[in-house]
């Protein structure tokens, strides 16, 4: 018997206190619920706007499970929680998505691994776990090639990109010890993700597929329809729901592609949760990204996916208040109505660290892109064409 809906009014639980974690509450609280979130931070992004904010550490297990009590339901907004945390978590209310994808999703070797034995496409990749290791899969994968740490890897976090002539001893050094993964260079044309999100029925929705832009490793830029062919875009979303239906995931999935130069999919990463490049669902899409996540987990019926308007997004890193010398330019950015600005309550702004970011709506996706990059460079004031 499938279990019955964990309704409005219900407190549901998070694990990580980060923007998706904020962008989540806001959402639920949106629609009736209570919102319990836990890390080992406190006034954190998803504390500030949740019902109880508890600050202790993953691996406190007892205090996992009293949370857990006090919940209907735990998902998570970080897919980095130690398997250890969500199976106290489990033993005391469902959590969803499930245990085995947290942990598939963790490590990139099983993940990647995962996806080849499921017929689904990536670039030829190599566990490294000695130097010799490193030499036959650069002999058999060629360079230039990347070798990333396997665990606990994001925004191009212990990533090495080698090239003809790199020292592979230093490299492999650098791993300082822990399991690294060898990938053949990917000469991609655009990068896009996929969010498909599955209920407790097993119904599915999937959101248009979205075209990103990096800068140092950070997502800069994403855009809503990403421009590429029709067919293919019905081919990555396709192989999202593919991918989440394999893994039986109950929640949110993301899927990042790659689109190589000759127009093929290969699929370069997954995440278990709501992603960055999906916070243009709020302000464009019928239903957002977050509130997709809520009613997923809660085992209510999926919201339609559809997208409004063209639509872009810009990230807002710290670098931005460092720029603008303080205080960025708020109502220079807002001038044109279609732009609107979401603020992760993030109290010190780092260089590299997401802060918030814009969204602009228009008729074209040209326009939507103009504008958006228009907002972005009027916070910093004295800003000059770019
Ligand atoms: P990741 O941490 O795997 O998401 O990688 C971060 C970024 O590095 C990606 O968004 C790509 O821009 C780039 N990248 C990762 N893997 C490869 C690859 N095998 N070939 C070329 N570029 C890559």
Redesign the pocket.
């Known amino acids: 018997m499938r279990p019955s809906p964990i309704l409005p009014g219900a407190a549901v639980g998070v694990l990580g206190s980060g923007q998706l974690g904020r962008m989540f509450a806001l959402a639920a609280r949106q629609m009736g619920y209570r919102v319990h979130v836990y890390s080992p931070d406190s006034d954190t992004p998803a504390g500030q706007v949740g019902d109880v904010e508890v600050a202790a550490a993953y691996e406190d297990l007892d205090r996992v499970r009293a949370f857990a009590r006090g919940v209907s339901v735990v998902t998570f907004e970080f897919e980095n929680v130690p398997s250890a945390t969500s199976r106290a978590a489990a033993e005391v209310v469902p959590v969803r998505p499930d245990g085995h994808v947290l942990h598939l999703t963790q490590q ?1 070797l099983r993940e990647k691994t995962f996806l080849q034995d499921g017929g689904f496409p990536v ?1 030829p990749f190599r566990a490294i776990r000695s130097a010799a290791d490193l030499e036959s899969a650069v002999r058999d994968l060629g360079l230039p ?2 070798l ?1 740490t396997a665990n606990f ?5 212990g ?1 090495q ?1 080698l090239r003809p002539g790199a020292d592979l001893a230093a490299a492999f050094a650098a791993l300082s010890g822990t399991e690294g993964i060898y ?4 000469e ?1 044309e655009q ?1 896009v993700s996929v969010i498909a999100a599955r209920g407790l029925d097993g119904h599915t929705a999937v959101f248009p597929v979205f075209g990103n832009s ?1 800068a140092r ?1 950070i997502l800069d830029l994403t855009v809503c329809p990403a421009p590429i062919p029709p067919s293919l875009a019905a081919e990555a979303m396709a192989m999202a729901r593919g991918i989440l239906e394999s893994l039986q995931v109950v929640g949110l999935l993301t899927v ?1 592609l ?1 689109v190589t130069r000759d127009g093929r999919l290969l699929v ?2 997954l995440a278990p949760r709501p992603h960055n490049s999906g916070h243009l669902t709020l302000d464009a899409c019928v239903t957002s990204q977050f509130e997709q996540q809520l009613r997923a987990v809660c085992g209510l019926p999926l919201g339609a996916t559809d997208l409004r308007r063209p639509v872009a997004m810009a990230n807002l890193l710290g670098d931005v208040w460092e720029d603008a010398g303080g205080v960025p330019d708020w109502s220079a950015a807002l001038a044109d109505p279609e732009v609107r600005l979401h603020l992760y309550g993030k109290a010190e702004a780092r260089r590299g660290r997401k802060m918030g970011h814009l969204t602009a709506t228009a008729d074209t996706l040209e326009e939507a892109v103009r504008k958006v990059r228009d907002a972005r460079r009027h916070l910093l004031r004295d800003a000059s064409p770019s």
């Open positions: 990139r670039t090639g990347v990333k890897g994001y925004d191009g976090k990533q990109t990938e053949a260079f990917v991609f990068e990096h490793h990042e790659f370069n990463e």
